[in-house]
């Protein structure tokens, strides 16, 4: 159930205003030991905000982190550094996220230096190997980010993910920056780690056809809220969310003769501040009914731990069960 609110400065000096931006607004999910999970939504909808609560850069209005058992906020900060080390990110932009005056050893060690673990020799023989697990050449390490490309700039945030041996890696939209013909082999990289260093990988895009080469299962947010969960073939072939299919049908087609629905939204993303009453989505959705309106849908199972937050789902016949997702001829 975890929530973040930021409060908006408030016109009057020390009293709290009480107007909000719900970033996240009670999510819930599990990830399992060596699985990928997508969380995938437009700009805006809470998944990063999201990502920095998984991994205790901020702190939740409400709600609970655990990892293997233990709740990690409000931990006592001793015992948290160590659970730090379970935990890394690999964040967007490989511009922004490398410190230019740091050359590429410095930077990848620095976890290490954090943490004191070995010593000046051990540090430099680690990001040696730590550079080529990620494909780049060991004798690269006195080099600076600017001399790299942006694909092996991102090799280089990985390398440093992993200078810890952690369980867990929170890729925050990883190949977003990136060319496509680069986001390939950057994708093809994490997949290879995850299988020779048993990751556990929560996956963070705004691109449905980015995540469908790398999750297990994908969770879909809409304006803070998970609005559907699934493995990734219910959400690719049996998705039960308005949105969920509209973020599908925005995907090309692979071929000429594939047929598809398409749903088209209307408008864009409305404010955090003031979201639609009932159902966040209705504004823009095509199925939208009174009900959507006044009351927020739940979510719910539909079957096999795949959720669904609809009202449709209470109707008889619901129209969604019409429209194909992917049809080929
Ligand atoms: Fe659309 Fe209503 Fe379902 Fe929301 S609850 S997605 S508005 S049909
Ligand atoms: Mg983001």
Request: glycine content about 6%.
């Given at each position: 159930?975890?929530?973040?609110?930021?409060?908006?400065?408030?016109?009057?000096?020390?009293?709290?205003?009480?107007?909000?931006?719900?970033?996240?607004?009670?999510?819930?999910?599990?990830?399992?030991?060596?699985?990928?999970?997508?969380?995938?939504?437009?700009?805006?909808?809470?998944?990063?905000?999201?990502?920095?609560?998984?991994?205790?850069?901020?702190?939740?209005?409400?709600?609970?982190?655990?990892?293997?058992?233990?709740?990690?906020?409000?931990?006592?900060?001793?015992?948290?550094?160590?659970?730090?080390?379970?935990?890394?990110?690999?964040?967007?932009?490989?511009?922004?996220?490398?410190?230019?005056?740091?050359?590429?050893?410095?930077?990848?060690?620095?976890?290490l230096?954090?943490?004191k673990i070995g010593n000046k020799t051990s540090r430099k023989?680690?990001?040696?190997?730590?550079?080529?697990?990620?494909?780049?050449?060991?004798?690269?390490?006195?080099?600076?980010?600017?001399?790299?490309?942006?694909?092996?700039?991102?090799?280089?945030?990985?390398?440093?993910?992993?200078?810890?041996?952690?369980?867990?890696?929170?890729?925050?939209?990883?190949?977003?920056?990136?060319?496509?013909?680069?986001?390939?082999?950057?994708?093809?990289?994490?997949?290879?780690?995850?299988?020779?260093?048993?990751?556990?990988?929560?996956?963070?895009?705004?691109?449905?056809?980015?995540?469908?080469?790398?999750?297990?299962?994908?969770?879909?947010?809409?304006?803070?809220?998970?609005?559907?969960?699934?493995?990734?073939?219910?959400?690719?072939?049996?998705?039960?969310?308005?949105?969920?299919?509209?973020?599908?049908?925005?995907?090309?087609?692979?071929?000429?003769?594939?047929?598809?629905?398409?749903?088209?939204?209307?408008?864009?993303?409305?404010?955090?501040?003031?979201?639609?009453?009932?159902?966040?989505?209705?504004?823009?959705?095509?199925?939208?009914?009174?009900?959507?309106?006044?009351?927020?849908?739940?979510?719910?199972?539909?079957?096999?731990?795949?959720?669904?937050?609809?009202?449709?789902?209470?109707?008889?016949?619901?129209?969604?069960?019409?429209?194909?997702?992917?049809?080929?001829?």
């Amino acid at each position: 159930n975890l929530k973040k609110h930021f409060y908006l400065d408030s016109p009057i000096p020390f009293k709290k205003s009480d107007q909000s931006v719900k970033a996240v607004d009670g999510v819930s999910f599990d990830v399992f030991p060596g699985e990928t999970l997508g969380v995938v939504g437009e700009s805006g909808c809470g998944k990063s905000t999201m990502a920095r609560l998984v991994n205790q850069l901020i702190a939740p209005t409400e709600g609970t982190v655990e990892l293997n058992g233990e709740n990690l906020v409000n931990m006592n900060k001793e015992k948290l550094r160590v659970f730090r080390k379970t935990i890394q990110m690999v964040f967007q932009d490989p511009f922004a996220s490398l410190d230019p005056r740091k050359t590429v050893g410095e930077l990848i060690a620095e976890p290490l230096v954090i943490h004191k673990i070995g010593n000046k020799t051990s540090r430099k023989e680690r990001v040696k190997e730590l550079l080529e697990v990620v494909g780049l050449r060991g004798s690269h390490s006195g080099r600076y980010p600017h001399e790299f490309s942006g694909g092996q700039r991102q090799r280089i945030n990985i390398a440093r993910a992993l200078a810890l041996n952690p369980d867990v890696i929170i890729c925050d939209e990883p190949v977003s920056a990136l060319d496509v013909s680069v986001q390939a082999q950057v994708i093809n990289l994490l997949k290879k780690l995850q299988k020779d260093f048993n990751l556990t990988y929560i996956f963070i895009s705004h691109d449905l056809n980015v995540v469908r080469y790398v999750c297990d299962r994908i969770a879909v947010m809409y304006l803070g809220k998970i609005v559907e969960m699934g493995t990734y073939k219910e959400i690719y072939e049996d998705s039960k969310h308005p949105y969920t299919r509209a973020l599908l049908s925005s995907i090309p087609k692979e071929s000429p003769n594939e047929i598809k629905e398409r749903i088209i939204l209307k408008g864009s993303v409305p404010s955090p501040i003031n979201p639609p009453s009932g159902c966040h989505f209705h504004e823009r959705c095509p199925f939208a009914m009174d009900v959507c309106k006044v009351k927020s849908p739940e979510l719910m199972d539909v079957g096999n731990g795949h959720q669904s937050s609809c009202h449709l789902l209470e109707l008889e016949n619901n129209p969604l069960s019409d429209i194909p997702i992917k049809k080929k001829e």
